[in-house]
């Protein structure tokens, strides 16, 4: 845990948990909601997922696959273009197999008709969607709470899919809160209520989640961000990723008039 010592937080305590560095190709969430996935991958031998050209999340199910002894698949959207850019050719360094589905096809990765062709071109395979989070992340990312020993009122994470958020407020102790920032235009409160629903029955913890931190959607960003990044970066000697932790920790700087003296609030960094 790192501390903050920064003018703007007044008497709001801030810690930063590092999750990020939990492993260099499996960091954070990452890690967090692969985890429970790992054993049921093994036993069919073949874990199957989507992601974006850049996705850190096909990174991650490419590397544990290769460290768990299992093959891993990479439905990639779009289209193929060669050579492969440093994040899909790392997945393939760890013996991650590469497919491709055009945009249109893409937003019907859920679909049965898309499933079922995949199944007739790869065989068998565990499937974990678009970014991980599934009961097994959810239970992953519902641990976090439990590894911070310092007391704390309010936790603060990024929000893409819903996973972490899902599973962090579901490990809080009775008043504590988790605030989600989200990283998206599209409204993503349902699918962190439908992720709590599958796992424990229902919507738990207390949480919300802020949607006013986008910065224009998934991966945009202003020069007001990059501003703060920069400024992070010399305040504090952390580079925060632009696409989640930047957007977060903004919304929290924002925030922190908001809590009152004495509150200690965590960072998830990622």
């Given at each position: 845990?790192?501390?903050?010592?920064?003018?703007?937080?007044?008497?709001?305590?801030?810690?930063?948990?590092?999750?990020?560095?939990?492993?260099?190709?499996?960091?954070?969430?990452?890690?967090?909601?692969?985890?429970y996935?790992?054993e049921?991958?093994?036993?069919?031998?073949?874990?199957?997922t989507?992601?974006?050209?850049?996705?850190?999340?096909?990174?991650?199910?490419?590397?544990?696959?290769?460290?768990?002894?299992?093959?891993?698949?990479?439905?990639?959207?779009?289209?193929?273009?060669?050579?492969?850019?440093?994040?899909?050719?790392?997945?393939?360094?760890?013996?991650?197999?590469?497919?491709?589905?055009?945009?249109?096809?893409?937003?019907?990765?859920?679909?049965?008709?898309?499933?079922?062709?995949?199944?007739?071109?790869?065989g068998?395979?565990?499937?974990?969607?678009?970014?991980?989070?599934?009961?097994?992340?959810?239970?992953g990312?519902?641990?976090v709470?439990?590894?911070?020993?310092?007391?704390?009122?309010v936790?603060?994470?990024?929000?893409?899919?819903?996973?972490?958020?899902?599973?962090?407020?579901?490990?809080?102790?009775?008043?504590?809160?988790?605030?989600?920032?989200?990283?998206?235009?599209?409204?993503?409160?349902?699918?962190?209520?439908?992720?709590?629903?599958?796992?424990?029955?229902?919507?738990?913890?207390?949480?919300?989640?802020?949607?006013?931190?986008?910065?224009?959607?998934?991966?945009?960003?202003?020069?007001?961000?990059?501003?703060?990044?920069?400024?992070?970066?010399?305040?504090?000697?952390?580079?925060?990723?632009?696409?989640?932790?930047?957007?977060?920790?903004?919304?929290?700087?924002?925030?922190?008039?908001?809590?009152?003296?004495?509150t200690?609030?965590?960072?998830?960094?990622?």
């Amino acid at each position: 845990m790192t501390e903050l010592v920064d003018e703007r937080l007044g008497g709001v305590r801030v810690l930063l948990k590092r999750d990020d560095l939990i492993h260099p190709e499996m960091p954070g969430n990452k890690w967090r909601k692969l985890k429970y996935n790992i054993e049921p991958a093994r036993e069919v031998g073949t874990m199957l997922t989507f992601g974006g050209a850049y996705s850190n999340h096909l990174r991650a199910t490419a590397a544990v696959g290769r460290y768990a002894g299992f093959a891993t698949i990479g439905v990639v959207r779009g289209e193929e273009h060669l050579p492969l850019n440093p994040s899909l050719a790392y997945a393939v360094s760890q013996g991650m197999r590469l497919t491709y589905l055009d945009r249109s096809a893409y937003r019907l990765k859920t679909s049965a008709a898309v499933i079922d062709g995949l199944g007739c071109e790869f065989g068998e395979f565990y499937l974990i969607p678009e970014g991980g989070s599934n009961t097994a992340a959810v239970f992953g990312c519902a641990e976090v709470p439990g590894e911070i020993n310092e007391p704390f009122d309010v936790i603060y994470c990024a929000v893409g899919t819903g996973g972490t958020l899902a599973g962090v407020a579901a490990g809080l102790r009775p008043g504590q809160t988790a605030v989600g920032v989200s990283v998206l235009k599209a409204p993503l409160e349902d699918d962190v209520v439908a992720l709590q629903r599958a796992a424990y029955g229902g919507r738990t913890g207390s949480w919300r989640l802020e949607n006013d931190y986008h910065f224009g959607g998934y991966a945009k960003r202003t020069p007001a961000l990059a501003a703060f990044v920069d400024d992070f970066e010399a305040r504090h000697g952390l580079r925060l990723d632009p696409v989640y932790e930047a957007k977060m920790m903004y919304a929290l700087f924002d925030q922190v008039r908001r809590f009152a003296t004495g509150t200690t609030i965590i960072a998830l960094i990622n």
